[in-house]
């Protein structure tokens, strides 16, 4: 069983940033798959971004695309999603999620709020 415990999320004026963070822990992290998933009241979950077991591959939704780098530290369990030049359409709940074949986990996420 992996826990998975976000961090970072707040607020933010529009063309700001912030650094969410994604703590791991109760299994072999290295070996997870890792990937940022948001949702939006009243709207369905949407993905952010991904980062492969070893680092080497990522992925973007086209939505943060160039604005969003994801990034993992293995050595200290943890997976970061750096936010760019947010807009207020980036508001969100930002919840981290963990999966290796078909096991699969997820955190409670934390709150992004960008103002225009």
């Known amino acids: 069983q992996v826990q998975l415990v976000e961090s970072g999320g707040g607020s933010v004026q529009a063309g700001g940033s912030l650094r969410l963070s994604c703590a791991a822990s109760g299994g072999t992290f290295s070996m997870y798959n890792m990937a940022w998933f948001r949702q939006a009241p009243g709207k369905e979950r949407e993905f952010v971004a991904a980062?492969?077991?070893?680092?080497?591959?990522?992925y973007y939704g086209d939505s943060v695309k160039g604005r969003f780098t994801i990034s993992r530290d293995n050595a200290k369990n943890t997976v970061s999603l750096q936010m760019n030049s947010l807009k207020p359409e980036d508001t969100a709940l930002y919840s981290c999620y963990a999966e290796m074949s078909a096991t699969n986990f997820w955190g409670q996420g934390t709150q992004v709020t960008v103002s225009s």
């Open positions: 980062i492969s077991w070893r680092g080497t591959n990522t």
